[in-house]
Nanobody, 122 residues
Framework: VQLQASGGGLVQPGGSLRLSCATS????????VAWFRQAPGKEREGVSC????????RYADSVKGRFTISRDRAKSTVFLQMNDLKPEDTAVYYC????????????????WGQGTLVTVSS
């Protein structure tokens, strides 16, 4: 399984960005794709995840109501729509995949995309 994240950039507070995670190599059902983020000096934290087979989703409390995770089955891409961005959302965002249920345990993910930097600043 391979992942490639893109879509980061500089945005003003209150703005929006959409991150993309292009995936390849999925050969069976049962995968979870998650977005994590890591701010300078902080641990990597889970932001949102989605079950590929059911589209069930989960969000961290800090992003509920602002971020939306979705997938495009045809293009094998998972998106993270981020609205009403705040300076505290500034971080490098990573997508990751595991075979199994949704979790924010970093250690349980099998493959990671390269990070994409999101900077929220005026």
């Amino acid at each position: 399984v391979q992942l490639q994240a893109s879509g980061g950039g500089l945005v003003q507070p209150g703005g929006s960005l959409r991150l993309s995670c292009a995936t390849s190599g999925f050969t069976r059902n049962g995968y979870t794709v998650a977005w994590f983020r890591q701010a300078p000096g902080k641990e990597r934290e889970g932001v949102s995840c989605i079950r590929i087979d059911s589209s069930t989703t989960r969000y961290a409390d800090s992003v509920k109501g602002r971020f939306t995770i979705s997938r495009d089955r045809a293009k094998s891409t998972v998106f993270l729509q981020m609205n009403d961005l705040k300076p505290e959302d500034t971080a490098v965002y990573y997508c990751a995949v595991r075979f199994g249920s949704m979790t924010y345990d970093v250690r349980s993910y099998d493959a990671w995309g390269q990070g994409t930097l999101v900077t929220v600043s005026s």
